[in-house]
C-alpha cells in the first residue's frame, strides 16, 4: 500500500489491445486505464445551490446536495453528482453472470469507475469528467480517459437525478459508453443502460471537518515530490521500477534483473483520500495509470496517523507530519525498512 520494496512482485497491463506482464509491486490489475477524493468547497456566486445545514460546520463540499441535473449549472451539478455511488446489482436491466457496474465515483473533476467480468475479475476506469451545457445548464456529463499518453472520449452520462428519502441519497442517470469494451477486458454484454444508486455514507469527521481540522487537511489529492527508504532508493527509483523485468535461469536457478528498454517509466505518483473513507494509490506513465490501488483509510483519534486497509485486506499505519493545507509527508515503518514520501497538494 501506497510505499513499496523496490522491486518486487508484478502487475499486468493493457497494450495494444493485449496483455502485457510488467514487473511491477503491488497486486496485479487488469485494465487500469486510467479517483476520486472528497474535494473542498470553491466559492462561486454563480452557483444557486442551497448549502445543508447539516455541513454548516464543515468545509467539505456538500454531501448532500440534490436535483435534476439537467435544470442545474455546471456548479450546482458538480455538487450534486459529488460522492461514491455503489451500483453493484442496481442496474434496472443488468446480468450479474456478466460484466457489470460495481460503482462510480466523483470529485470535482475526476471519477473513478469499478466494474467487474464474468469472472469476477475488478477493472478500473479512472479519468477526468466535463459538462456539456446549453444556456448555462448541463446537458450531459462528458467522460474522457487516457491510454498511452492519448486522450480519448469514454462515455457520456444523462438524465441524472439525485433525490433524498428517509435520509438516503439515489441517484438515477443513463450511462452510455462510446467505445467497445471488449476491446479492453473481457465484456460481451452491453454496459449502456440505465442505472440506479445509493450513495455511500461519509466517514467520521465529515460534517465537523472545519479548514483547521486535520481531516480537512489530510482529504484531497496529492502528487509525491520525493521518496525514500533504508536502501538509498529515490523518487526516480521507484518510477524506474514499473519497467524492471526478471530472466530466471531453470538449470542454474538464477534470475536476472534488467530494464525493458521499450517501456515508459512511470513519470507521477499520486495519492487520493476522500471523505467517504477510500483512497486512490496511482501511478501514471503520460498521464496515463500503469498502476491503480484503491481502499480504505481512517484517522487515529490522535490524529497522528492512518489507519489503511489494502484491497487484499492486509491493514498498514501510516505515521502522519507536518501536515498543512499545501501538503504532508508520510513514513510507514516495518521490520526491513522505513519508508518516507512527501505529498504536495494540487
Known amino acids: ?30 485494465f487500469s486505464v486510467l479517483v476520486f477524493s472528497c474535494s473542498k468547497d470553491k466559492v462561486d456566486d454563480s452557483s444557486k445551490t442551497t448549502e445543508d445545514l447539516r455541513m454548516a460546520n464543515s468545509a ?4 448532500y446536495a440534490t436535483g435534476d441535473v439537467a435544470e442545474q449549472t455546471p456548479e450546482e451539478a458538480k455538487k450534486t453528482i459529488f460522492g461514491k455511488w455503489n451500483l453493484g446489482s442496481s442496474a434496472k436491466s443488468a446480468s450479474r453472470s456478466e460484466c457489470s457496474f460495481e460503482s ?8 473513478l469507475i469499478k466494474l467487474s467480468d464474468a469472472n469476477s475479475q475488478r477493472h478500473q476506469i479512472y479519468g477526468i469528467y466535463d459538462f456539456e451545457e446549453v444556456d448555462n445548464k ?28 428517509n435520509g438516503e ?37 465529515t460534517l465537523e471537518a472545519d479548514e483547521d481540522s486535520t481531516h480537512y487537511k489530510i482529504v484531497g489529492k496529492y502528487f509525491a515530490k520525493s521518496y525514500s527508504d533504508l536502501y538509498g532508493n529515490t523518487l526516480e527509483d521507484f518510477f524506474l521500477d514499473s519497467c524492471i523485468e526478471y530472466d530466471y535461469n531453470y538449470e542454474t536457478g538464477e534470475e536476472t534483473e534488467y530494464i525493458d528498454e521499450n517501456c515508459i517509466p512511470a513519470d507521477k505518483l499520486i495519492l487520493e ?16 495509470p500503469i498502476y491503480i490501488e484503491d481502499g480504505e483509510w481512517s484517522l487515529s483519534s490522535d490524529e497522528t496517523s492512518l489507519k489503511v486497509t489494502d484491497p487484499e485486506g492486509k491493514i498498514f499505519v501510516v505515521s502522519i507530519t507536518q501536515i498543512s493545507n499545501e501538503g504532508w509527508t508520510m513514513t510507514i515503518e516495518d521490520d526491513e525498512d522505513l519508508q518516507t514520501i512527501n505529498w504536495e497538494k494540487e
Do not use: R, W
Not at 462510480?104 to 471519477?111: I, M, Q, V
Not at 448541463?138 to 499518453?149: I, K
Open 1 to 30: 500500500m501506497f510505499c513499496k520494496d523496490l522491486p518486487i512482485t508484478s502487475v499486468i497491463n493493457l497494450q495494444n489491445n493485449n496483455y502485457i506482464l510488467i514487473k511491477k509491486h503491488f497486486a496485479s490489475l487488469i
Open 60 to 63: 467539505i463540499t456538500n454531501i
Open 104 to 111: 462510480l465515483e466523483f470529485t470535482d473533476e475526476s471519477y
Open 138 to 165: 448541463v446537458v450531459s456529463v462528458q467522460l474522457s480517459t487516457y491510454f498511452e499518453g492519448v486522450s480519448f472520449e469514454l462515455a457520456e452520462i444523462t438524465d441524472i437525478v439525485v433525490e433524498e428519502n
Open 169 to 205: 441519497l439515489e441517484i438515477d442517470f443513463t450511462f452510455t459508453f462510446l467505445m467497445n469494451l471488449d476491446d479492453f477486458f473481457p465484456c460481451t454484454n452491453n454496459l449502456s443502460q440505465s442505472y440506479s444508486a445509493e450513495k455511500d455514507e461519509p466517514m467520521e469527521g
Open 273 to 288: 483520500l476522500s471523505t467517504f473513507g477510500t483512497y486512490l494509490f496511482m501511478e501514471l506513465a503520460q498521464n496515463t
